[in-house]
């Protein structure tokens, strides 16, 4: 019955187009040698898919500009003040990922770092073991999350609303706590393992066996992938692609432990110190090494990117993100995934808040508004979309360093009284160009079908 | 096996308040065979399905799923029996790929981990098996495909999940006349592979093309269930609009007559 035939018999280029329209648009490796790939990606960014491109650019612009601007932005001191700069507010947009996946927002995470730094100082503060006051922390984090994503998919409170109310609320939660210590409104964080996240280096070695260690992960994940496919007959990465990636890996590994490894103290000179009522000189101390929140940033980057790329749950946020309607027929339970989501933005809040606390003491003011705009702009300058459906980790990850070196380098190119003011606006201002670039890709995107 | 329908439903009544949708309704699927279920708008063919797929309840009468009575409350209950339905908007995630939508909620997995590869595997194998060559790769994005492409992915789902009884609403309403054929090609082929096919389409056709059974709901009654080869088109039409033609059909309204 079936004897009509169905007339694919297309003209060569069209089959061709719709070969390349399929490469552009694949998840997987594609077959072929380094042109093929190199045009697949043009097709894309062509298309409007972008991925990282704008902020990778952005971000070698700027560093050339601040440093042609200014020699002190390039030297070794500043390297290691970006990345404590950048690991609380990347630490922060990594859990706004998650919800920005699914097309929500979280305007509390700000205050809940605040939050977060609050509690931990407190509890260490009237004399808690410091392992007690993180998990204690991350706790009270699980609660305010599970708060937002019940109002949100429960009670179907826009999470706009939700999270704006709790912005205000968690704000006093945060003054109350610090007044509770000291009126004066500040806390130090007393406790030594956590003031060495942001204030203390690991040792030479130990910086460059994690470089390796992540290098040697790195290579073995694709090798253990390609045999996996190949195994299968499907197509799998070519060797060059993966030995070009992996160059570019160690590049972007080695050559920072590289930097950090040097001693980058500005004053090299032994320095007089009163000891014991005495003169003495001290020999100069080195201040070298990755400093210990790097490790914690790269753990949780490798934890969180397993979970959205290779766990049921990470494929059920994508799929809940692109079209909760089809997920739900799917027999995907959207409530539960929209309320995890909220909770592992929270729970992230809370590990930003003690690395900021670690870098500073905690004042009333923590992660207020400022953060938590950092923040959201760092994943969406990443490449992560408002719109929910597109995103990944390491977004969050170049985002940040982006922002980072926008507020390290102004803070020293602009001087003067309006200094502040001039920071606000361009980083408002950059968050509304991400944005826009946001919008403007998925609009071509969706054109095209990329 | 073709005599004992997978699908059999008795003597079916649906009322909505005062409004008595489907009367005494009896409707079948067999196995191997494509079913068309044809009548014009209000006929009541979207309240049968809704139905069938348990999204509503029955008032009366017996539903009976591969020879055994039983109860369908909900959607979940027919996805159980063995029942899918694809309706016209599709349900596909466009930021996941064909793989990724195949096995959306039933993602199989290693350990903790997704086993992308036999997933793809299997996808590849259920496309080639329904013949299926329009689309390029398993591997890109939803919304990279056309209407035609994507009609065919939510129905080789079906095939994946080992589904018995598909049901089609309306699968080439929004699809040029190449798309069309290659959708229509693939019902075709669901059949012959021994799953009972139900299609709900409103062009005659397409009905014509690829029915074995043609079954013409009218004003909420079974018009008439007949072979596809026994009538025309002609029939059917009038069939449709009037609920008789000739000797067949429903006598001034009195019940159905085969």
Same mark, same amino acid.
């Given at each position: 019955?079936?004897?009509?035939?169905?007339?694919?018999?297309?003209?060569?280029?069209?089959?061709?187009?719709?070969?390349?329209?399929?490469?552009?648009?694949?998840?997987?490796?594609?077959?072929?040698?380094?042109?093929?790939?190199?045009?697949?990606?043009?097709?894309?960014?062509?298309?409007?898919?972008?991925?990282?491109?704008?902020?990778?650019?952005?971000?070698?612009?700027?560093?050339?500009?601040?440093?042609?601007?200014?020699?002190?932005?390039?030297?070794?001191?500043?390297?290691?003040?970006?990345?404590?700069?950048?690991?609380?507010?990347?630490?922060?947009?990594?859990?706004?990922?998650?919800?920005?996946?699914?097309?929500?927002?979280?305007?509390?995470?700000?205050?809940?770092?605040?939050?977060?730094?609050?509690?931990?100082?407190?509890?260490?503060?009237?004399?808690?073991?410091?392992?007690?006051?993180?998990?204690?922390?991350?706790?009270?984090?699980?609660?305010?999350?599970?708060?937002?994503?019940?109002?949100?998919?429960?009670?179907?409170?826009?999470?706009?609303?939700?999270?704006?109310?709790?912005?205000?609320?968690?704000?006093?939660?945060?003054?109350?706590?610090?007044?509770?210590?000291?009126?004066?409104?500040?806390?130090?964080?007393?406790?030594?393992?956590?003031?060495?996240?942001?204030?203390?280096?690991?040792?030479?070695?130990?910086?460059?066996?994690?470089?390796?260690?992540?290098?040697?992960?790195?290579?073995?994940?694709?090798?253990?992938?390609?045999?996996?496919?190949?195994?299968?007959?499907?197509?799998?990465?070519?060797?060059?692609?993966?030995?070009?990636?992996?160059?570019?890996?160690?590049?972007?590994?080695?050559?920072?432990?590289?930097?950090?490894?040097?001693?980058?103290?500005?004053?090299?000179?032994?320095?007089?110190?009163?000891?014991?009522?005495?003169?003495?000189?001290?020999?100069?101390?080195?201040?070298?090494?990755?400093?210990?929140?790097?490790?914690?940033?790269?753990?949780?980057?490798?934890?969180?990117?397993?979970?959205?790329?290779?766990?049921?749950?990470?494929?059920?946020?994508?799929?809940?993100?692109?079209?909760?309607?089809?997920?739900?027929?799917?027999?995907?339970?959207?409530?539960?995934?929209?309320?995890?989501?909220?909770?592992?933005?929270?729970?992230?809040?809370?590990?930003?808040?003690?690395?900021?606390?670690?870098?500073?003491?905690?004042?009333?003011?923590?992660?207020?508004?400022?953060?938590?705009?950092?923040?959201?702009?760092?994943?969406?300058?990443?490449?992560?979309?408002?719109?929910?459906?597109?995103?990944?980790?390491?977004?969050?990850?170049?985002?940040?360093?982006?922002?980072?070196?926008?507020?390290?380098?102004?803070?020293?190119?602009?001087?003067?009284?309006?200094?502040?003011?001039?920071?606000?606006?361009?980083?408002?201002?950059?968050?509304?160009?991400?944005?826009?670039?946001?919008?403007?890709?998925?609009?071509?995107?969706?054109?095209?079908?990329? | 096996?073709?005599?004992?329908?997978?699908?059999?439903?008795?003597?079916?009544?649906?009322?909505?308040?005062?409004?008595?949708?489907?009367?005494?309704?009896?409707?079948?699927?067999?196995?191997?065979?494509?079913?068309?279920?044809?009548?014009?708008?209000?006929?009541?063919?979207?309240?049968?399905?809704?139905?069938?797929?348990?999204?509503?309840?029955?008032?009366?009468?017996?539903?009976?799923?591969?020879?055994?009575?039983?109860?369908?409350?909900?959607?979940?209950?027919?996805?159980?029996?063995?029942?899918?339905?694809?309706?016209?908007?599709?349900?596909?995630?466009?930021?996941?790929?064909?793989?990724?939508?195949?096995?959306?909620?039933?993602?199989?997995?290693?350990?903790?981990?997704?086993?992308?590869?036999?997933?793809?595997?299997?996808?590849?194998?259920?496309?080639?098996?329904?013949?299926?060559?329009?689309?390029?790769?398993?591997?890109?994005?939803?919304?990279?495909?056309?209407?035609?492409?994507?009609?065919?992915?939510?129905?080789?789902?079906?095939?994946?999940?080992?589904?018995?009884?598909?049901?089609?609403?309306?699968?080439?309403?929004?699809?040029? +006349? @190449?798309?069309?054929?290659? %959708? $229509?090609? =693939?019902?075709?082929?669901? !059949?012959?592979?021994?799953? *009972?096919? &139900?299609?709900?389409?409103?062009?005659?056709?397409?009905?014509?093309? +690829? @029915?074995?059974?043609?079954? %013409? $709901?009218? =004003?909420?009654?079974?018009? !008439?269930?007949?072979?596809? *080869?026994? &009538?025309?088109?002609?029939?059917?039409?009038?069939?449709?609009?009037?609920?008789?033609?000739?000797?067949?059909? $429903?006598?001034?309204?009195?019940?159905? !007559?085969?």
């Amino acid at each position: 019955m079936s004897d009509t035939d169905t007339g694919t018999t297309p003209v060569i280029t069209e089959e061709q187009q719709l070969a390349e329209l399929a490469a552009a648009a694949s998840t997987a490796p594609i077959e072929g040698g380094l042109r093929e790939y190199w045009h697949t990606y043009l097709q894309r960014v062509r298309a409007g898919d972008l991925g990282s491109l704008p902020a990778v650019g952005g971000l070698v612009l700027l560093v050339i500009i601040f440093s042609l601007a200014q020699s002190s932005f390039w030297s070794l001191g500043n390297f290691g003040n970006l990345i404590t700069q950048a690991a609380p507010i990347t630490l922060l947009a990594m859990g706004l990922v998650f919800v920005l996946l699914l097309g929500e927002i979280d305007l509390a995470a700000g205050t809940t770092s605040g939050v977060g730094a609050a509690t931990t100082a407190v509890f260490v503060y009237n004399g808690m073991n410091w392992v007690l006051a993180v998990i204690l922390s991350l706790a009270v984090g699980f609660v305010i999350g599970y708060f937002v994503g019940f109002m949100r998919a429960i009670v179907r409170v826009p999470s706009f609303v939700v999270t704006l109310a709790l912005f205000l609320a968690l704000q006093g939660v945060v003054l109350w706590l610090v007044n509770s210590v000291h009126a004066s409104g500040n806390i130090p964080l007393k406790s030594s393992v956590l003031n060495a996240l942001e204030q203390s280096n690991m040792p030479l070695w130990l910086g460059w066996f994690m470089g390796i260690l992540l290098l040697a992960g790195y290579l073995a994940v694709k090798l253990y992938d390609r045999h996996a496919r190949r195994s299968r007959d499907l197509p799998a990465e070519p060797l060059l692609i993966t030995g070009l990636k992996a160059g570019a890996m160690a590049v972007f590994i080695l050559v920072p432990i590289g930097l950090l490894s040097q001693d980058r103290s500005l004053n090299k000179n032994p320095t007089v110190q009163n000891v014991n009522g005495k003169l003495v000189q001290v020999p100069h101390k080195s201040l070298e090494g990755v400093p210990w929140v790097v490790p914690l940033v790269v753990v949780l980057v490798i934890v969180l990117g397993f979970v959205l790329s290779r766990t049921r749950y990470g494929r059920h946020i994508y799929a809940v993100g692109g079209n909760d309607e089809a997920a739900r027929r799917a027999g995907i339970r959207v409530e539960a995934v929209r309320i995890s989501v909220f909770v592992i933005g929270s729970m992230m809040a809370i590990v930003s808040g003690i690395v900021l606390a670690s870098r500073l003491s905690v004042n009333s003011a923590e992660g207020g508004g400022n953060t938590l705009l950092l923040a959201v702009g760092a994943a969406v300058i990443g490449g992560t979309s408002l719109f929910g459906g597109k995103g990944k980790i390491t977004d969050a990850v170049i985002g940040a360093m982006l922002l980072a070196v926008i507020a390290n380098g102004m803070a020293d190119l602009i001087q003067g009284d309006n200094s502040a003011a001039i920071q606000f606006i361009v980083t408002g201002g950059v968050l509304l160009l991400a944005a826009t670039v946001d919008a403007l890709s998925r609009r071509r995107a969706g054109s095209t079908g990329v | 096996m073709a005599d004992t329908p997978i699908l059999r439903m008795r003597g079916i009544n649906k009322s909505f308040g005062p409004v008595h949708v489907l009367k005494d309704v009896d409707f079948d699927a067999r196995v191997g065979e494509v079913t068309a279920l044809v009548g014009d708008n209000g006929a009541g063919k979207s309240t049968l399905v809704k139905c069938i797929g348990g999204s509503y309840p029955i008032d009366s009468g017996t539903y009976e799923y591969d020879g055994h009575p039983v109860v369908v409350h909900s959607p979940r209950d027919a996805g159980a029996l063995g029942i899918e339905i694809v309706y016209q908007d599709l349900a596909l995630c466009d930021n996941l790929d064909v793989v990724q939508n195949m096995y959306l909620g039933r993602e199989q997995v290693k350990g903790i981990m997704l086993d992308e590869g036999s997933m793809e595997v299997s996808a590849k194998e259920v496309l080639e098996s329904l013949r299926v060559r329009t689309i390029a790769s398993v591997r890109q994005r939803v919304s990279s495909l056309s209407g035609g492409q994507r009609q065919t992915v939510a129905i080789a789902k079906s095939v994946l999940w080992n589904r018995q009884l598909v049901i089609l609403d309306e699968p080439t309403a929004a699809l040029g +006349v @190449a798309q069309t054929a290659q %959708v $229509l090609d =693939l019902v075709r082929r669901l !059949a012959d592979q021994g799953l *009972a096919v &139900v299609l709900i389409s409103h062009n005659m056709n397409d009905v014509m093309q +690829v @029915a074995d059974k043609i079954t %013409v $709901l009218y =004003l909420g009654q079974i018009a !008439a269930t007949v072979n596809r *080869a026994d &009538v025309n088109q002609t029939q059917v039409v009038e069939l449709i609009t009037s609920g008789r033609s000739g000797d067949i059909g $429903l006598k001034n309204g009195a019940g159905a !007559a085969a």
